[in-house]
């Protein structure tokens, strides 16, 4: 093993140390009353090596979204709906699922705030590149990509947001169906 390596494996322990650490103070307390010294005390990791990663805990939060896109990945080779849809929905409905403890500790802080404009963002990427890849596959629309991929991630965060605001009356899978079929006006039968 090289000496590069040997960082790259030290540097992804401390990472996901502070990342542990963040999350486990957010289900203890106020996000906003969360300070990078608490961080760093539960991670029990120095100053200078946070700040050797992050700028600020808010960018710690925001990196944690990458498990996001990796959920996302994860699920859409589960789901057959997945290369036709603007937004691979279920993985998104999965990860929400599985993390809905923090979102609702989040609630309320600064955090949500932070975490809803990466999403947002997030999801209009890949709404963006989903519509551009039709596009050169041959569908047509009068509308420009940007603005389709706005309202996608838009529509999307909002039927989230009524979602979890209803205690998540619905499994992942049933609520992903029910998306699919008023955004893309069919749903395939599971087998």
């Known amino acids: 093993m090289t000496g590069k390596e040997d960082v790259d494996r030290r540097v992804k322990r401390t990472k996901g140390r ?3 650490a963040l999350i486990s103070l957010i289900m203890e307390s106020d996000y906003d009353k969360i300070t990078v010294q608490d961080i760093i005390d539960r991670a029990d ?4 090596t946070f700040y ?25 080779a589960a789901d057959p709906g997945a290369d036709d849809a603007i937004l691979p929905t279920l ?11 923090l979102f609702k500790r989040l609630i ?3 955090g949500i705030d932070i975490v809803h404009k990466a999403a947002f963002d997030t999801f209009t990427a890949i709404a963006l590149s989903a519509i551009e890849r039709r596009a050169a596959d041959g569908e047509q629309s009068e509308i420009p990509p940007e603005a389709r991929a706005v309202f996608a991630a838009g529509s999307f965060m909002a039927f989230i947001g009524w979602w979890l605001d209803n ?10 169906d029910m998306y699919r079929q008023m955004t893309e006006g069919s749903v395939r039968a599971r087998t």
């Open 108 to 110: 309320g802080t600064r």
């Open 91 to 101: 993985g998104i409905f999965h990860h929400i699922s599985e993390n809905h403890a």
């Open 45 to 48: 990791t120095g100053r200078s």
């Open 52 to 76: 050797s990663h992050y700028e600020t805990k808010d960018d710690l939060l925001i990196s944690g979204l990458d498990h996001l896109t990796a959920d996302i990945e994860l699920h859409m």
């Open 167 to 176: 205690a998540m009356p619905y499994g992942p899978d049933k609520i992903n």
């Open 18 to 20: 502070l990342h542990s």
